[in-house]
């Protein structure tokens, strides 16, 4: 089993449409979790940090469900500029070992 | 907004050569990190390091491969001997604490092993 997991998409969306993703984790010792994005054969940049308690950064909303192990992503009113992929990440912690998601595609169109 | 520098950006070997690719990470962070994309692939982790020291490294990050920081500010990822196989992109990271604390990325250089 992948030790995280994401559906690869794509995910064609026109603008201004809501989009979700999902991520299951394996490892439930996984200390901290992020949404990174990454535009083709660039480097992973962070969207933001996903805490317990769910967090909201203007269009872009996180969850984490520590006891299902799920985290989740959600666009609102999505932009062309959102078209990229967005990679699950999760922090094992010794280490500071970052593990990754393959992504998932998302192509919004006008 | 302070980034993580990578030189070069494109590094062209033949198989058998050593490389050595270099970062400079955002200056107040302590902890610095490889990563590898192949193309198509996921990113996979290679190595961390903290305070002069290897914290983790991943199966891939074998004899052939080392980390130093020589100075204050760059870290160097050497590859002794390439295989076709080390094409990839490799990334470096640094972050400014352990767990929680994002890690950001360098924008990368391409190494191709003909």
């Known amino acids: 089993r992948k030790e995280v997991e994401q559906d690869p998409g794509p995910f064609n969306v026109p603008e201004g449409a809501t989009v979700a993703f999902n991520c299951t984790y394996s490892n439930s010792a996984s200390q901290s979790f992020f949404w990174y994005r990454q535009d083709c054969r660039k480097e992973p940049k962070l969207l933001m940090s996903?805490?317990?308690s769910g967090n909201e950064d203007g269009r872009f909303t996180a969850q984490l469900n520590r006891a299902s192990q799920y985290i989740s992503l959600l666009i609102r009113d999505s932009k062309l500029s959102d078209s990229a992929t967005y990679l699950c990440?999760?922090?094992?912690?010794?280490?500071?070992?970052?593990?990754f998601g393959a992504g998932t595609i998302l192509r919004v169109k006008s | 907004e302070p980034e993580v520098t990578q030189t070069p950006s494109h590094q062209v070997t033949q198989m058998g050569q050593e490389v050595i690719l270099r970062c400079v990470p955002i200056?107040?962070?302590?902890?610095f990190y490889w990563y590898r994309q192949i193309l198509g692939q996921k990113v996979e982790f290679l190595v961390s390091?903290?305070?002069?020291?290897?914290?983790?490294k991943s199966e891939i990050f074998d004899d052939q491969f080392s980390v130093e920081r020589p100075d204050g500010s760059n870290f160097t990822l050497k590859i002794r001997s390439t295989k076709l196989e080390d094409s990839a992109m490799y990334f470096c990271?640094?972050?400014?604490?352990?767990?929680?604390?994002?890690?950001?990325f360098g924008d990368g250089t391409r190494l191709s092993i003909l």
């Open positions: 996903v805490y317990s």
């Open positions: 200056s107040n962070h302590l902890y």
């Open positions: 390091f903290y305070n002069n020291e290897i914290s983790e």
């Open positions: 990440v999760v922090n094992r912690g010794y280490g500071n070992k970052l593990v």
């Open positions: 990271a640094s972050s400014d604490g352990k767990g929680n604390q994002p890690q950001h």
